[in-house]
C-alpha cells in the first residue's frame, strides 16, 4: 500500500497485510503463513475462520444487528447472560455487557463503589490494586493500573490510587524464597488498608494470573487465599480482572477457581468475543446486586453499544463453541506439554530466566545473567527484536516487557488458540527455537 491514512500503532513502521485466517495460522497478503501463538492479543481463543461462529454471526445479522438497551433487550443478550451465569462458579449471575476489557474493569470499579453508595457508605471510593498490573487503557481504569509506561503521559489526569507488590517470586520484593516466604506480598494489603483507612477503600482489583504487565505471572498457592481473607475482613470486595485469563485460558472457565476464590465482581473482554467481535462485561456476584436491586434498581454506567445483539450472537456462540468442543478441559495438559517444551530450551539459551504461567497463559522473562537474574538494559530493546525475530520466523508472540517488568527487564507471552493441536505446538516451539537461535548467532540478543 503507498498511502495510508490509517493512525496505526507505530507510525513509522510497514504492518503486513492479513489476508484470512484458518486455526491457528494467519497469512498475509503476500501469502507468508504467521502461527498466531500469542491468539492476537491473547484474544483469539478459539482460532480464525471458525464457521459456526461466522453462521451465528450471519443469523444474528439476518435478524437484527442492533437495538439500543434503553429501549430493548434482545434474544442474544439475554441468552448470553444466562449461559455466562451457567457457567461461572457461584453466585456470579449477573452480566453488564460493554465493548472492550477498559470498559469492563471501569465499569466493575463503578459498580463497586455504587455498591457501598447504595448501603449509605459514600467514602468508599478508592481501588487499590498491584505494581507490574494492566486494567485497561481508559483513564479509570488506568488509575487502576500500575503500569508505569502507559501511566507516564496522563499521570495529571489518573487517580493516585495506592499499589502494593505483585507476587512476583523470580524477584520477590522481599528478597525471599517463594516456600519460606510467609506470603509478606498478600499481607501487605492489610497494611496499606490500614495505613488508607478500609473506610475510603472500595475494593482490590488484580488479574489472577498477570498478563501483559508482567508476562504470566502466576502466584503461589495461598496467595488469593489470603488476598480474599483480608479483603473480606476489611470490607473491601475483590474485583477479578479475568479480561485475559476468561474463558478458560488457564484450563477452567475462570481463573480464579484454580485457587478456589470467589471474588465480588469479574472483568472479562478478550476472550468472550475470540476477536470475532467486539465484547466484554463485568459480571456481578448475587450479594453485590442486592443493594442496587433493592436501592437505586440502575447501574449508572453503560454505552451506546452494551448489549449488542450482534456482538451477544458471537458471544454465546463462542462459548457454545468451547463447550461443544470441551475445549477447555484440555488446555491443561496442552499447557503443561507446551511449558515442558519451553523449559527444556532454557538449558539451550541461558538468556531464558524464567519459563512460568498457567495453562495456555505462558510466560518467559529473558535475563543477562540466569545466575545473578541481571536484566538487559532497557535500551537493548531485546523485547522488540524477540517479537520482531520470531515473526520473520512466522511466529507471533505477544510483549509484556520492555520497562513492565520493572524499569528494566523483557518478557513475552506464548499464549496461543486454546484450540492448537500438540502437532501445531511443536511447530510454534521449532521456530521459536529457530527465531532464538538465529538472534544469538547475530549477537543481538
Ligand atoms: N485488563 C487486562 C488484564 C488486559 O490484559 C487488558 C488488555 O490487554 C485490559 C484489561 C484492557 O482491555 P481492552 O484492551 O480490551 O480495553
Request: proline share 2%; charged share 10%; aromatic share 2%.
Given at each position: 500500500m503507498d498511502r495510508s491514512n490509517l493512525i496505526k500503532p507505530m507510525l513509522d513502521a510497514q504492518y503486513p497485510v492479513i489476508d484470512y485466517g484458518r486455526g491457528v495460522y494467519l497469512y498475509d497478503t503476500d501469502g507468508k503463513e504467521y502461527l498466531d501463538a500469542s491468539s492476537g492479543a491473547i484474544t483469539a481463543n478459539i482460532g480464525h475462520g471458525v464457521e459456526e461462529i461466522i453462521e451465528a454471526m450471519h443469523e444474528q445479522a439476518k435478524k437484527v444487528s442492533f437495538v439500543y438497551r434503553s429501549q430493548f433487550t434482545s434474544g442474544a443478550a439475554e441468552k448470553l447472560a444466562l449461559k455466562i451465569a451457567e457457567a461461572a462458579?457461584?453466585?456470579?449471575?449477573w452480566s453488564f455487557f460493554v465493548n472492550s476489557g477498559s470498559e469492563a474493569t471501569e465499569t466493575a470499579m463503578k459498580i463497586a463503589i455504587q455498591y457501598w453508595q447504595e448501603k449509605?457508605?459514600?467514602?468508599?471510593t478508592k481501588v487499590l490494586s498491584r505494581w507490574m498490573s494492566y486494567h485497561g487503557i481508559t483513564l479509570g481504569a488506568l488509575s487502576m493500573s500500575g503500569h508505569t509506561g502507559r501511566r507516564a503521559r496522563f499521570i495529571p489526569l489518573l487517580e493516585d490510587f495506592p499499589v502494593v507488590h505483585p507476587p512476583y517470586c523470580y524477584r520477590c520484593p522481599y528478597n525471599l524464597e517463594p516456600t519460606d516466604c510467609g506470603y509478606l506480598c498478600a499481607h501487605e494489603l492489610e497494611t496499606v488498608i490500614k495505613r488508607i483507612g478500609?473506610?475510603?477503600?472500595?475494593a482490590f482489583i488484580a488479574e489472577p494470573v498477570i498478563g501483559a504487565?508482567?508476562?504470566?505471572i502466576t502466584p503461589p498457592k495461598d496467595y488469593y487465599r489470603i488476598i480474599k481473607e483480608i479483603c473480606d475482613r476489611n470490607d473491601i470486595l475483590f474485583i477479578a480482572d479475568?479480561?485475559?485469563?476468561?474463558?478458560?485460558?488457564?484450563?477452567?472457565?475462570?481463573?480464579?477457581e484454580q485457587w478456589n476464590v470467589k471474588p465480588d465482581i469479574v472483568a472479562l473482554g478478550k476472550?468472550?468475543?475470540?476477536?470475532y467481535a467486539p465484547i466484554a462485561a463485568a459480571l456481578v456476584s448475587d450479594e453485590i446486586m442486592e443493594p442496587i436491586f433493592s436501592g437505586s434498581?440502575?447501574?449508572?454506567s453503560g454505552h451506546?453499544?452494551?448489549?449488542n445483539p450482534q456482538s451477544c450472537a458471537v458471544s454465546l456462540a463462542v462459548l457454545e463453541y468451547i463447550e461443544k468442543n470441551n475445549i477447555i478441559p484440555e488446555v491443561d495438559s496442552k499447557g503443561v506439554y507446551l511449558k515442558n517444551k519451553l523449559i527444556k530450551l532454557q538449558s539451550k539459551f541461558t538468556f531464558i530466566g524464567d519459563v512460568r504461567g498457567k495453562g495456555l497463559m505462558l510466560g518467559l522473562e529473558f535475563v543477562k545473567d540466569h545466575l545473578t537474574k541481571q536484566p538487559f538494559s532497557s535500551r537493548f530493546g531485546l523485547t522488540q527484536r524477540l517479537i520482531q525475530g520470531a515473526q520473520e520466523q512466522g511466529l507471533l508472540i505477544y510483549p509484556?516487557?520492555?520497562?513492565?517488568?520493572?524499569?528494566d527487564g523483557d518478557a513475552v507471552l506464548i499464549a496461543p488458540?486454546?484450540?492448537?493441536t500438540k502437532r501445531e505446538i511443536d511447530d510454534l516451539v521449532k521456530r521459536f527455537e529457530k527465531t532464538l537461535q538465529i538472534l544469538a548467532q547475530k549477537h543481538l540478543i
Open positions: 462458579s457461584g453466585d456470579l449471575n449509605g457508605i459514600l467514602t468508599k478500609a473506610d475510603n477503600i472500595a504487565a508482567g508476562g504470566a479475568e479480561v485475559m485469563t476468561g474463558f478458560g485460558r488457564t484450563g477452567t472457565m475462570l481463573a480464579c476472550g468472550m468475543g475470540a476477536g434498581k440502575s447501574i449508572m451506546t453499544l452494551s448489549a509484556a516487557g520492555a520497562g513492565t517488568v520493572g524499569t488458540p486454546l484450540t492448537i
